[in-house]
């Protein structure tokens, strides 16, 4: 199973970021969403799981939570946007992937077994920073997050 993982839109869906995520089967949106039509767009692709992140505080968003809980291809991940607010132990929780966004910086690290997620900012640029998302191959025995740079 392929995932697409994406966070920080900020309201901007750009059209590299349809083009990288297409025959994903599932995608998940680490926050600061931006937007109300931003999710619904990414449903057209695959089944969307978002969460809200700090910018997210309009009314729109009320409908999605401030973490959430997934399990796909029999791993077990858990979605937060900001990773300074990890309040539990990924590795005795039993998460195989933390997935986060907030700080714009792609990231993939594995500490205790338990792969950290953070696929960057697919919205605005934002200082010097590179325009990321990423995908994860949760069909072989590890898990093989790769992060795309997109061409802007």
């Known amino acids: 199973m392929l995932i697409g993982v994406i966070s920080d839109t900020h ?3 750009r059209p590299e970021v349809l083009t990288r995520l297409a025959g994903v089967e599932h995608i998940i949106h680490a926050g600061d969403i931006g937007s109300s039509e931003i999710v619904p767009r990414l449903a057209a692709i695959a089944p969307v ?16 939570p401030d973490w959430e809980v997934v399990t ?32 714009h910086r792609p990231r993939v690290e594995r500490i205790g077994g338990v ?26 025995a590890a898990i093989r997050p790769e992060i795309h740079e997109l061409v802007v």
């Open 11 to 13: 309201g901007l869906l």
């Open 49 to 64: 799981t978002a969460i809200r992140g700090n910018v997210d505080m309009q009314a729109w968003a009320a409908e999605f």
């Open 72 to 103: 796909l291809a029999g791993r077990s991940i858990y979605v937060l946007h900001d990773l300074g607010g990890l309040n539990l132990d990924p590795v005795a929780a039993g998460f195989d992937l933390v997935v986060s966004g907030h700080s």
């Open 115 to 140: 792969v950290y997620l953070n696929p960057g900012s697919a919205g605005p640029r934002r200082f010097r920073l590179p325009v990321t998302l990423a995908t994860v191959d949760l069909s072989a």
